[in-house]
């Protein structure tokens, strides 16, 4: 019998993703365990069985007076999670990264997906401080903030929120996160928002890296939640990461084979040091939109399918290239803002 052996270029390489919705599943959701396969595509057994090393998990919220409450929630079960389960989980820290080959488990790190989480509408400025502090302190260290969701907040505009732009909340946000190694999420900005954090970064000559952590292009698939090659090329420019998103409804909500399309473009418009995953993970049982069903292609559908993905890729991208998206582009994005 004859065994035709596949080519092991991208085989089992360790994966780096920058976007999931763990924590707020864990929140809101009754019963919610992070074990459970059938409840989450970034449950714990998913991350292991596809070589997931690093998961940011989000702290997210909706624009609500509760909001601030809801955060803090999620960074307790982020600790919480990393207490309960020391065998699969680490704290995905500058020592865990630089000890990166000898890793065998899922390093986590948090991020706040939505400043509404720092600050709700009526929050004063003394609050919001101590709120970031305190969150920080919780969790250790973020990996991005994004200032909005798709709606707009005191912050600025969200994806869906055209014409709205930085506010001066927003302003003042990025002052006060200047120079403490926290990068700034274009993810959810509608696009006015992006310059206006572009420009102020600029104008005010501050110390913050700019990454999109889970968004693919627009210029692939028309859709709000996507960058243009513009923004694409603003986060290249300055050495930030772009994730790439798995949802349907991001891609092509027809063809699977757009996910490839999606990020052979990130290499095309130079995006070859910065792209990485940024799947977007999460619960979905509870949400309204039928036409968002099913979220996500059978070849994408939950963290086991990383490696399947890189194979899929193996004839259009060099071995480098392929690790560059897997994990090594991330990782030399957090090593070098964190050393
Ligand atoms: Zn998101």
């Not at 004063?124 to 970031?132: G, K, T």
């Not at 060099?318 to 582009?329: M, V, W």
Request: proline letters at 4%.
């Amino acid at each position: 019998m004859v065994t035709l052996l596949k080519s092991p270029k991208s085989m089992h390489l360790p994966i780096i993703d920058m976007h999931c919705d763990m924590l707020s599943y864990l929140c809101v959701v009754p019963g919610a365990n992070p074990y459970s396969k059938d409840d989450i595509a970034c449950a714990i057994p998913w991350l292991i069985s596809g070589g997931v090393r690093m998961q940011v998990m989000a702290i997210y919220t909706d624009v609500r007076p509760e909001s601030m409450k809801l955060a803090s929630r999620q960074a307790a079960i982020f600790s919480k999670l990393l207490k309960e389960n020391p065998v699969d989980l680490a704290f995905a820290n500058q020592t865990f990264l630089s000890d990166w080959n000898k890793q065998n488990q899922v390093g986590i790190i948090a991020s706040v997906e939505n400043a509404a989480g720092l600050g709700n509408e009526s929050a004063s400025w003394q609050e919001i401080y101590a709120q970031l502090d305190s969150i920080i302190a919780q969790v250790g260290k973020l990996a991005y903030i994004s200032l909005t969701h798709h709606t707009e907040n005191r912050f600025g505009g969200g994806n869906y929120t055209d014409g709205i732009g930085l506010k001066v909340d927003g302003k003042k946000l990025l002052d006060y996160i200047a120079g403490k190694q926290i990068p700034i999420d274009l993810s959810h900005t509608s696009d006015l928002l992006a310059e206006g954090i572009l420009n102020h970064i600029d104008t005010q000559k501050l110390d913050i890296p700019v990454i999109a952590s889970h968004s693919n292009f627009r210029s692939i698939w028309n859709h709000r939640r996507n960058l243009t090659d513009e923004f694409a090329k603003e986060i290249i420019n300055r050495n930030g990461i772009v994730g790439v998103n798995f949802l349907r409804a991001f891609l092509d909500t027809d063809v699977p084979e757009r996910l490839f399309e999606h990020i052979l473009h990130g290499f095309k418009v130079g995006a070859e040091k910065n792209i990485c995953f940024g799947a977007d993970f999460f619960y979905t049982k509870n949400f309204g939109d039928p036409s968002r069903i099913p979220f996500y292609f059978p070849l994408a559908e939950n963290a086991g399918k990383y490696n399947s993905i890189l194979e899929s890729l193996e004839s259009d991208l060099s071995e480098n290239q392929l690790k560059g998206l897997a994990f090594e582009n991330a990782l030399n994005f957090y090593q070098n803002l964190w050393s």
